[in-house]
């Protein structure tokens, strides 16, 4: 069993890593690369990537975009969440306000379950924005300290 597993290993290892014929001579896998690196001085085309030739400069614009990015969402999901808590504190105590100025003839038990669902489903939704707000504006306000320091340097 051992050996079976060895020799699959063996036989798959050798073919990612032995060259692959492309249509193109140019042109030799990336998986070889001792392969790679001998073609390289004979006119191989190589693929760089547009990040890997960026400058310093360039990256750090690009965070400092993605970063005021962060900030901005996390005011909107911190305004939204404020927004419902203080909605779901008014609606609750106008509930509250004429489940008290009831009568006596109507379903206490019914006018209670109408005040706590509509409070438990505002405050459950109003802490989870305020829980995904708080800390993007948080990291989104320090990220972009850092990176307009980096850029003013």
């Given at each position: 069993m051992k050996n079976s597993l060895l020799i699959s290993f063996l036989l798959f290892a050798k073919n990612i890593f032995s060259e692959t014929t492309f249509s193109n001579k140019n042109e030799t896998s990336y998986f070889n690369f001792t392969t790679a690196?001998?073609?390289?001085?004979?006119?191989k085309n190589l693929v760089v990537s547009?990040?890997?030739?960026?400058?310093n400069e360039e990256t750090?614009?690009?965070?400092?975009?993605?970063?005021?990015?962060?900030?901005i969402s996390g005011a909107v999901f911190t305004a939204i969440g404020g927004a419902g808590l203080i909605g779901?504190?008014?609606?609750?105590?106008?509930?509250?306000?004429?489940?008290?100025n009831q009568s006596s003839?109507?379903?206490?038990e019914f006018a209670q379950v109408g005040i706590i669902i509509p409070?438990?489903?505002?405050?459950a939704s109003s802490a989870v924005m305020l829980t995904i707000g708080?800390?993007?504006l948080g990291v989104g306000?320090?990220?972009?300290?850092?990176y307009k320091k980096l850029i003013s340097k």
């Open positions: 690196c001998t073609h390289l001085s004979a006119n547009k990040n890997f030739l960026a400058t750090e614009l690009s965070d400092l975009v993605k970063a005021k990015r962060l900030k779901t504190t008014i609606l609750t105590g106008i509930l509250v306000h004429s489940y008290n003839t109507t379903n206490k409070a438990l489903l505002g405050y708080l800390p993007q306000i320090h990220k972009t300290k850092k």
